[in-house]
């Protein structure tokens, strides 16, 4: 969605009049952040349908760099957040970013945004109102929003569904984490029944490795829920997730992570298209 320099700032000027998040425009007309000493954007990779062919949402990741302008790695800003409710803070402010970035360049598609597991323990409930609040102003729907629930959750099934059963009520669509750790993981989903998730996103590393049974893809679609495979770095990946019927696709070798919203479906080697269906007619 291209839309109007007045009408983007109208949208910075709510989220600064209703909030006390700093945000403002950089010179590129990116909406960045300030957390510390240190500027934070965001980046996004884009998350490819394999029915469709078609780019169906994008995942958001957070970049920093200090006042200086040397880069400066996510996890190390993290480590500046002592204490929860810094924490949260520096995650709302995370999401903020990505809302009002994505939603300004994207007429569709969902965004796909993770949340830190100390904030969902720390947080105890109405896991994303905050949000909610910010995507109101905006006028982003959350049924537009795609919220991927860190692997530690899994840990604690009980928190789990109750940060499921959360997020669900406001709207928004959830996609949880298979480690590969459990090797039933049928019974894993069946534990969270009626809270089953959306999207079960799995490593492609972890799908090549199983490869051939088709029984971790078969029993999350037993469920209902589609499967994301994710971290695809190469073609032989690309091509076991679609023969695997997996859903969606994300990674390196189809889309980097990148500063604006890209919508043009990948095309890949002939070999590749041959043996997996994968066609690209979308053109810049």
Request: charged content about 20%; aromatic content about 8%.
């Amino acid at each position: 969605m291209n839309v109007s320099v007045n009408e983007t700032k109208d949208e910075l000027a709510r989220i600064q009049e209703a909030t006390d998040y700093p945000v403002q425009r950089s010179e590129d007309g990116w909406i960045v952040g300030h957390f510390f000493n240190c500027w934070l954007s965001s980046v996004f990779q884009p998350v490819f349908d394999t029915s469709g062919r078609t780019v169906t949402g994008h995942a958001a990741y957070i970049r920093s760099a200090t006042d200086g302008t040397s880069v400066l790695s996510p996890w190390k800003v993290f480590a500046l957040t002592e204490g929860d409710a810094l924490l949260v803070r520096f995650d709302r402010l995370c999401r903020v970013i990505h809302a009002l970035n994505y939603f300004a360049n994207a007429s569709h598609g969902d965004l796909f945004v993770t949340v830190q597991p100390r904030l969902l323990e720390s947080v105890k409930d109405d896991h994303g109102r905050a949000f909610e609040r910010i995507l109101n102003i905006i006028g982003a729907e959350t049924s537009r929003v795609v919220i991927e629930i860190p692997t530690e959750v899994n840990r604690d099934s009980r928190l789990l569904k109750h940060v499921i059963s959360n997020y669900r009520s406001r709207g928004y669509r959830i996609a949880v984490n298979h480690s590969g750790a459990s090797e039933d993981w049928m019974a894993e989903l069946a534990s969270l029944y009626p809270l089953y998730p959306d999207i079960v996103r799995l490593e492609a590393s972890i799908l090549l490795r199983r490869y051939g049974t088709g029984s971790l893809v078969d029993a999350v679609h037993h469920f209902g829920a589609s499967v994301l495979v994710h971290e695809i770095e190469t073609t032989q990946q690309m091509t076991a997730a679609i023969q695997a019927r997996a859903n969606f696709l994300q990674g390196r070798a189809l889309g980097m992570p990148v500063r604006a919203i890209e919508s043009v479906v990948p095309v890949v080697d002939n070999r590749t298209i041959s043996g997996a269906g994968w066609k690209s007619s979308v053109k810049p």
